[in-house]
T-cell receptor, first 115, second 114 residues
Framework: DTGVSQDPRHKITKRGQNVTFRCDPI?????LYWYRQTLGQGPEFLTY????????KSRLLSDRFSAERPKGSFSTLEIQRTEQGDSAMYLC?????????????FGPGTRLLVL | AQTVTQSQPEMSVQEAETVTLSCTYD???????LFWYKQPPSRQMILVIR????KQQNATENRFSVNFQKAAKSFSLKISDSQLGDAAMYFCAYRGNSNYQLIWGAGTKLIIKP
């Protein structure tokens, strides 16, 4: 069990560019979550996958954001036409099981800075 | 909509002493789950302790315990025998019984004085 990993750990981009982040969950975890955390705040839910199906999306996830989880393994989060307001830490978490009480395990996050 | 409030932006405690972090929440649901997560500087979020709302007994994990007051919608975290490694941001989180997303408070920065 190597834990949840995210790549890259840091990304600096210019406004208007597209960026893509990757998350590798703990092996065999069937649920995967994306959150966004701005400085000094708690995380905000973005989206959730069960296996390869995207089951919940926050209204925070505008049309410029898209997430995929092909084959129910790793996931990617893409932001198109980045804006300065997209600067944040993007956290990925995974969990196993069928119960709401299950623990979400978090990755180290990808810190995005949009110039 | 559910909300989580942490009213203490920062707390400090002397090493080896006890500190309590506050959390209140608002919900109309009767079944839900509450969590305390720890986020050390530049490190990932780690679960500290979890409480199921249907359980009357307060959860305990070694030096960490909670005071869960369902009627008051309060969920405080007590850290006993504070250690330098406890220094971190502490987040209170809520999950309802109808979806899997966590709803988070703004966090409390805990400083441990040696």
């Amino acid at each position: 069990d190597t834990g949840v990993s995210q790549d890259p750990r840091h990304k600096i981009t210019k406004r208007g560019q597209n960026v893509t982040f990757r998350c590798d969950p703990i092996s065999e975890h069937n649920r995967l979550y994306w959150y966004r955390q701005t400085l000094g705040q708690g995380p905000e839910f973005l989206t959730y996958f069960q296996n390869e199906a995207q089951l919940e999306k926050s209204r925070l996830l505008s049309d410029r954001f898209s997430a995929e989880r092909p084959k129910g393994s790793f996931s990617t989060l893409e932001i198109q036409r980045t804006e300065q307001g997209d600067s944040a830490m993007y956290l990925c978490a995974s969990s196993l099981g069928a119960e709401l009480r299950e623990t979400q395990y978090f990755g180290p996050g990808t810190r995005l800075l949009v110039l | 909509a559910q909300t989580v409030t942490q009213s203490q932006p920062e707390m400090s405690v002397q090493e080896a002493e006890t500190v309590t972090l506050s959390c209140t929440y608002d919900t109309s649901e009767s079944d839900y789950y509450l969590f305390w997560y720890k986020q050390p500087p530049s490190r990932q979020m780690i679960l500290v302790i979890r409480q199921e709302a249907y359980k009357q007994q307060n959860a305990t994990e070694n030096r960490f315990s909670v005071n869960f007051q369902k009627a008051a919608k309060s969920f405080s975290l007590k850290i006993s025998d504070s250690q330098l490694g406890d220094a971190a941001m502490y987040f209170c989180a809520y999950r309802g019984n109808s979806n899997y997303q966590l709803i988070w408070g703004a966090g409390t920065k805990l400083i441990i004085k040696p």
